[in-house]
């Protein structure tokens, strides 16, 4: 696949790409490109994928089941890097960008599909190498959405001390709770 940078974009098409961001997802590698300074990342995906961060230090990562948060704490920027490694299947459907204006930044969702009315087959040769065909299919390896996170060194939540407190409010005929806490 041919890697487009966004350089060549720019220069192509004369875009100004100042507000821009670029997110690629293919083969296994999750990156961004930007001209500028991005501050947070907030990706909603489809599949399911074993995720591992491949984040500059003070950039910290987590998520759930369809959203992945990419932030920092330290007041670090980042351009182009690649964000996370993955097993398994991702789709990533949506975006949001920040600045550290806190601006939401223009954003590009890459999709590598096989275009396959464009492959050159010749089937009268039997030396077709159907591997590189292999990483663009989805496979049911992972069965369920995994995250591969380092200590980021943050305070844990002491779980124990957590209480909830159930609110009810009554009038002068009828009782009924409130149903909040």
């Given at each position: 696949?041919?890697?487009?940078?966004?350089?060549?974009?720019?220069?192509?098409?004369n875009l100004k790409t100042q507000n821009k961001a670029y997110i690629y997802c293919n083969n296994g590698i999750c990156s961004i490109?930007?001209?500028?300074?991005?501050?947070?990342?907030?990706?909603?995906?489809?599949?399911?994928?074993e995720i591992t961060p491949k984040l500059p230090d003070g950039w910290i990562l987590q998520g759930n089941k369809k959203t992945i948060?990419?932030?920092?704490?330290?007041?670090?920027?980042?351009?182009?890097?690649?964000?996370?490694?993955?097993?398994?299947?991702?789709?990533?459907?949506?975006?949001?960008?920040?600045?550290?204006?806190?601006?939401?930044?223009?954003?590009?969702?890459?999709?590598?599909?096989?275009?396959?009315?464009?492959?050159?087959?010749?089937?009268?040769?039997?030396?077709?190498?159907?591997?590189?065909?292999?990483?663009?299919?989805?496979?049911?390896?992972?069965?369920?959405?995994?995250?591969?996170?380092?200590?980021?060194?943050?305070?844990?939540?002491?779980?124990?001390?957590?209480?909830?407190?159930?609110?009810?409010?009554?009038?002068?005929?009828?009782?009924?709770?409130?149903?909040?806490?």
């Amino acid at each position: 696949m041919k890697t487009i940078s966004i350089n060549n974009l720019e220069k192509k098409y004369n875009l100004k790409t100042q507000n821009k961001a670029y997110i690629y997802c293919n083969n296994g590698i999750c990156s961004i490109e930007s001209y500028s300074d991005v501050f947070g990342i907030q990706l909603y995906f489809k599949g399911k994928a074993e995720i591992t961060p491949k984040l500059p230090d003070g950039w910290i990562l987590q998520g759930n089941k369809k959203t992945i948060l990419i932030y920092t704490l330290e007041n670090i920027t980042m351009k182009n890097q690649i964000l996370f490694e993955y097993e398994g299947y991702i789709k990533i459907t949506k975006a949001i960008i920040v600045n550290k204006n806190n601006e939401k930044l223009s954003e590009k969702i890459a999709i590598n599909n096989s275009n396959w009315d464009n492959q050159k087959f010749d089937f009268s040769i039997d030396n077709t190498n159907w591997k590189k065909y292999k990483n663009n299919v989805r496979t049911n390896k992972v069965s369920k959405t995994k995250y591969n996170l380092p200590d980021y060194g943050l305070p844990k939540v002491d779980k124990t001390k957590i209480k909830t407190k159930r609110t009810t409010s009554t009038s002068g005929v009828s009782s009924r709770g409130s149903g909040g806490y």
